[in-house]
């Protein structure tokens, strides 16, 4: 069988898929020729990104849903479906974050991030179950390293990341059987994203220190995410499940780094 990373008449669903990182998979996949449905909250942005997907190989459309509206996750996935077929690969991305420390969060701030990350994961990968193909369909998580990696400023973020990550595993446990892959990835500092930019290097001077802690010496970038996806998505990684993988240049291995800790911008919300 030849293997290659062809999408042509493949569905993929990317949720949050209309900015940042997750725009860039979007990107990515609408490139190799796949039929793409991007799916965000904000209307503006999601007939901004499809406009900007225009002219692919494949077919384009964009959708409305909260992730934390489990119906309105369903209604988003049930029109993608209908335009589209079942899904092949599915992204799940959206996310919210803010620095501050957990004596200073609120109960309102700390469940808004779980339930953007967590139970907002939990409803995509709930709702898209009817949905995906089988055999064969992948669906992917992003997470952060603050799953693994304990932070300052970063309490609710790590809480939730850390339950993305466990649900990626009982998901691939439980779906396995189905030939449902389930993985995630967990990108470390990527250059052009408004996180990074606000929570982690708001100056050129920690943009230097982050630079500096990265063993690749170097930010990551949106293809060098967007490219895991495709592999994570791809018969190349037929054999790959329930892992949570690390694109950040071989930054998690380093003990001391450029954390949030370091921006000391507490209270910035990015969303």
Request: glycine share 10%; charged share 20%; with cysteine.
């Amino acid at each position: 069988m030849k293997l290659d990373l062809d999408f042509s008449h493949k569905h993929v669903v990317v949720f949050g898929g209309t900015t940042g990182i997750n725009f860039g998979i979007a990107q990515a996949f609408a490139r190799q020729g796949a039929d793409v449905m991007v799916v965000s909250r904000k209307p503006e942005n999601v007939d901004e990104a499809v406009r900007a997907l225009a002219g692919s190989r494949g077919r384009i459309h964009g959708g409305c849903a909260d992730v934390r509206d489990f119906a309105a996750v369903g209604a988003a996935l049930d029109a993608s479906v209908a335009l589209l077929g079942p899904v092949d690969v599915l992204v799940s991305g959206a996310a919210g974050n803010f620095l501050a420390q957990a004596r200073d969060i609120s109960a309102n701030g700390f469940k808004a991030v779980m339930d953007i990350d967590l139970l907002g994961s939990f409803h995509v990968a709930r709702q898209a179950y009817r949905h995906l193909r089988r055999p064969g369909a992948s669906v992917i998580h992003i997470s952060a390293p603050q799953a693994s990696i304990p932070m300052r400023f970063q309490a609710h973020c790590a809480a939730a990341k850390a339950g993305v990550d466990q649900l990626t595993r009982v998901l691939a446990l439980e779906w396995g059987a189905e030939d449902i892959r389930v993985n995630a990835i967990s990108p470390g500092p990527i250059d052009g994203t408004e996180g990074f930019r606000r929570l982690m290097a708001p100056t050129e001077k920690q943009r230097r220190a982050a630079r500096a802690a990265v063993p690749l010496q170097r930010m990551g970038s949106f293809d060098d995410i967007a490219n895991l996806a495709l592999f994570l998505a791809s018969p190349f990684a037929g054999y790959i499940s329930g892992a949570v993988v690390p694109c950040d240049g071989g930054g998690a291995l380093e003990s001391v780094k450029p954390t949030l800790e370091a921006a000391g911008r507490a209270g910035q919300e990015v969303v």
